[in-house]
């Protein structure tokens, strides 16, 4: 089968990625897209948050990605998934928010609730600063310099700390509904001053020299909501642009149940962008947001090794998953080939998709709900407010294999915002998730209100406790 280049990558993503296991938690591992080969346990051995599993037996992801011939050597391997945040505030950005970014970093890296001896961010892979371009270039262009330096400092101690800013039309005259747009140069080390222009529109800013002459990853922000039936609003309704899908590479979404309709409309519009799960922090909560039950949210990446350069390739191949609960991990491979690859012209694709839960809750025990916030630090709720920590280990119910394309069952068709739900799997009780799926692009590409000359596929996994995961595409062209 003929896999397309991806313009977005750069080299062979032979993918293997290693799930690391939690404090000696055992994981189940796969050859995925290789017939013959069952899955397999494997034991791996109590490790320091992030360091990987790095073994050379089969796992999650020993395929090809969708450039070349495939068959890619150690070089292009890939471990993970690590865990982390790609939006994220500090009094750079406002002085009425918290913090600098050296706070940000050490405190996403590790931070200790007061009166107690639980490290709240424990397991935290990476970290990134995205504070507001204008501030960073147009008012204090001297802070571009200090973030950098103070992510070199963390670098230093061995924690991957990522530098980006971020864009919003609506701080310098532009639209009322809020576009932001969070970028990251591909250079970590000597890094281009953030676009120096008044840029007031998103055609503007994708124009900019900044981003033409510069490499940059970036992300469509938190797009706005509207109801089931509308295109979302925001980005100009994720009109296409072929020159800008070169570095748009990821989508922030937010919430569960529908936070991912932008990130639907985003595909079925042409964008080959994957989800990322952020926090947006102002205050002394970078990493620390919880849901209900404690849970944190993240964005999970499979890269190479656990460093910025590895950790921004990973982001840029689209090797990523977005999750409400950073205990769980859940990826996709066709045919070999990891999520984020495309192919061309393929009548049939053979998915192999997979989820799994560590479950580090077992092991630490949040006991306090919800964790309290401000600009100085962090503190346990009053005792009125504190929320008793769930009760049970949560576990997967259901899954959702979606595409665009296709109709309602009542004879309607999808709008703009949705996917088609090719296959459903309900009635689950395990903390474990693998299925092979076998789909005919051709016949899935099918939506009459969008026509498209790509398909695109996702996986969706939903817990026991209400928390999702969500995984980033994989696509066929046709064109």
């Given at each position: 089968m003929e896999a397309q280049k991806n313009m977005r990558t750069s080299g062979d993503r032979s993918l293997k990625p290693v799930l690391r296991a939690a404090s000696g938690l055992a994981l189940i591992v796969t050859v995925a897209g290789c017939p013959g080969l069952d899955p397999r346990l494997v034991e791996t051995p109590a490790q320091d948050p992030g360091a990987g599993a790095g073994h050379d037996g089969g796992n999650p992801a020993d395929a090809g990605s969708g450039n070349g011939d495939g068959g890619a050597g150690a070089d292009s391997a890939y471990n993970g998934p690590y865990y982390g945040g790609l939006h994220s505030h500090t009094s750079y950005a406002d002085p009425d928010y918290a913090g600098t970014p050296l706070d940000a970093f050490e405190t996403a890296r590790s931070y200790v609730l007061p009166g107690t001896d639980?490290?709240?961010?424990?397991?935290?892979?990476?970290?990134?600063?995205?504070?507001?371009?204008?501030?960073?270039?147009?008012?204090?262009?001297?802070?571009?310099?200090m973030t950098f330096e103070q992510a070199a400092q963390v670098r230093a101690e061995g924690f991957p700390a990522i530098v980006g800013w971020e864009w919003s039309n609506t701080k310098l005259g532009g639209p009322s509904q809020r576009d932001h747009i969070g970028c990251f140069p591909l250079n970590q080390i000597d890094p281009p001053l953030p676009p120096s222009e008044k840029v007031s529109t998103l055609s503007g800013l994708f124009s900019t020299a900044g981003l033409r002459k510069n490499?940059?990853?970036?992300?469509?922000?938190?797009?706005?909501?509207?109801?089931?039936?509308?295109?979302?609003p925001a980005f100009d309704g994720f009109r296409y642009d072929a020159a800008a899908d070169e570095f748009m590479s990821l989508i922030d979404i937010r919430g569960n149940n529908g936070g991912f309709r932008g990130y639907f409309q985003a595909l079925n519009m042409g964008w080959h962008v994957s989800p990322t799960k952020d926090e947006d922090n102002k205050d002394w909560s970078w990493g620390l947001k919880m849901g209900a039950h404690g849970q944190q949210r993240r964005v999970g990446v499979f890269a190479r090794e656990r460093s910025v350069d590895a950790?921004?390739?990973g982001l840029k191949d689209g090797a990523t998953f977005a999750t409400s609960d950073k205990s769980i991990s859940v990826w996709m491979t066709a045919e070999g080939r990891f999520m984020g690859s495309v192919f061309k012209g393929a009548r049939t694709l053979e998915l192999s998709l997979h989820a799994r839960d560590a479950d580090e809750r077992e092991e630490v025990t949040l006991p306090y709900y919800p964790i309290v916030c401000d600009n100085k630090g962090c503190s346990p709720p009053a005792p009125e407010d504190s929320v008793d920590p769930e009760p049970d280990s949560p576990f997967f119910v259901e899954a959702y294999l979606y595409t665009n394309g296709g109709s309602r069952l009542d004879g309607g068709t999808l709008p703009l915002t949705a996917g088609k739900v090719l296959k459903k799997w309900t009635g689950l009780h395990s903390r474990e998730f693998d299925e092979a799926v076998v789909v005919t692009p051709t016949e899935d590409g099918s939506n009459a209100e969008n026509a498209t000359s790509s398909v695109w596929y996702v996986l969706r996994l939903v817990q026991s406790d209400g928390d999702e995961a969500i995984t980033a595409p994989i696509f066929v062209h046709f064109d």
């Open positions: 639980v490290d709240i961010n424990r397991g935290t892979d990476w970290w990134a600063v995205t504070d507001y371009y204008w501030s960073l270039s147009l008012l204090n262009p001297e802070y571009w310099t490499p940059h990853l970036c992300s469509f922000n938190h797009p706005e909501m509207r109801s089931d039936a509308e295109p979302l950790i921004i390739g």
